[in-house]
């Protein structure tokens, strides 16, 4: 059964930093672009940073660049999200999802694994 696993949220104040993991078990994904996503009460689900296979490439949201970085351990099947200067806009849960190409693209749909999510709250 493959699962990907978020921990690391929790409450922080504004300016204070994360680190989310998200553990997969039940396949490797050291082959699949891997993602994070957020979403926020009365809100759609967003992109927030992805990664490709070998960690060649990775982009991220406007509202998080500069702030955030995405990274991956293939050895350990682990994505990670740092989070730094964090804003309470970025209160949300926290989902990782894993791709269906190699890439990882901005666009929920492309991802056909995901995560149970993990709650971030940031307070002013």
């Known amino acids: 059964q493959v699962q990907l696993v978020e921990s690391g949220g929790g409450l922080v104040q504004a300016g204070g930093s994360l680190r989310l993991s998200c553990a997969a078990s039940g396949r490797t994904f050291s082959n699949s672009g891997m993602g994070w996503f957020r979403q926020a009460p009365g809100k759609e689900r967003e992109f927030v940073a992805r990664?490709?296979?070998?960690?060649?490439?990775?982009s991220y949201a406007d509202s998080v660049k500069g702030r955030f970085l995405i990274s991956r351990d293939d050895a350990k099947n682990t994505v990670y999200l740092q989070m730094n200067s964090l804003k309470p806009e970025d209160t949300a849960v926290y989902y990782c999802?894993?791709?269906?190409?190699?890439?990882?693209?901005?666009?929920?749909?492309?991802?056909?694994?995901w995560g149970q999510g993990t709650q971030v709250t940031v307070s002013s």
């Open positions: 990664i490709s296979w070998r960690a060649g490439s990775t």
């Open positions: 999802a894993a791709d269906r190409t190699d890439w990882g693209t901005i666009d929920p749909a492309s991802y056909i694994y």
